[in-house]
T-cell receptor
């Protein structure tokens, strides 16, 4: 299906384990983003990517790693999960053009619980 | 640094009524974008409406319209003829046009409940 998908939708893991959240978009958008959403907060940017092989830190990058070997995929890895990383994670994508570069489109989210 | 403030944590109205959600922001930039996103219980983040700061005309999308007051740095969302399906969290977001990385700055959200 066209659009932006995330997997898994729900994940329970234990402290110290490595976890990878997947994000895939079919629009060939240049930009992709990872956010986390915690109760009482808006979304906070973890990492973003302007193109394949180009990534940069957002507001809350500590404890996370990203890669982008292909334009359509942007996986987020928690190298050693901590309870404070229990959250809902959203992936988003956006296209750049000289006319309009602003709207981000979001995936359905992944609810991650770290025990 | 830019900030976005939504001062109403929760609102509720009767079905078919009109409701206005508030959003203020702080920036020293002159050219930027503003957005309202809706997040229903399904958690999907859905774009409701967007406004470009250089446009004086307020954006409208069907029952949704904004009151953009640039000097006051205010960007409120009006929902007319509210429907049960409008029940959701609503987030206001800001993007600096000169930000080459297109990062969104988000408010904390307003929970809107439409009562039958």
């Amino acid at each position: 299906d066209a659009g932006i998908t995330q997997s898994p939708r729900y994940k329970i893991t234990e402290t110290g384990r490595q976890v990878t959240l997947m994000c895939h978009q079919t629009w060939s958008h240049s930009y992709m983003f990872w956010y986390r959403q915690d109760l009482g907060h808006g979304l906070r940017l973890i990492y973003y990517s302007a193109a394949a092989d180009i990534t940069d830190k957002g507001e809350v990058p500590d404890g996370y790693v990203v890669s982008r070997s292909k334009t359509e995929n942007f996986p987020l890895t928690l190298e050693s999960a901590t309870r404070s990383q229990t959250s809902v994670y959203f992936c988003a994508s956006s296209e750049w053009s000289s006319a309009s570069t602003d709207t981000q489109y979001f995936g359905p989210g992944t609810r991650l619980t770290v025990l | 640094a830019q900030t976005v403030t939504q001062s109403q944590p929760e609102m509720s109205v009767q079905e078919a009524e009109t409701v206005t959600l508030s959003c203020t922001y702080d920036t020293s930039e002159n050219n930027y974008y503003l957005f309202w996103y809706k997040q229903p219980p399904s958690r999907q983040m859905i774009l409701v409406i967007r406004q470009e700061a250089y446009k004086q005309q307020n954006a409208t999308e069907n029952r949704f319209s904004v009151n953009f007051q640039k000097a006051a740095k205010s960007f409120s969302l009006k929902i007319s003829d509210s429907q049960l399906g409008d029940t959701a969290m609503y987030f206001c977001a800001f993007m600096n046009h000169m930000d080459s990385n297109y990062q969104l700055i988000w408010g904390a959200g307003t929970k809107l409940i439409i009562k039958p």
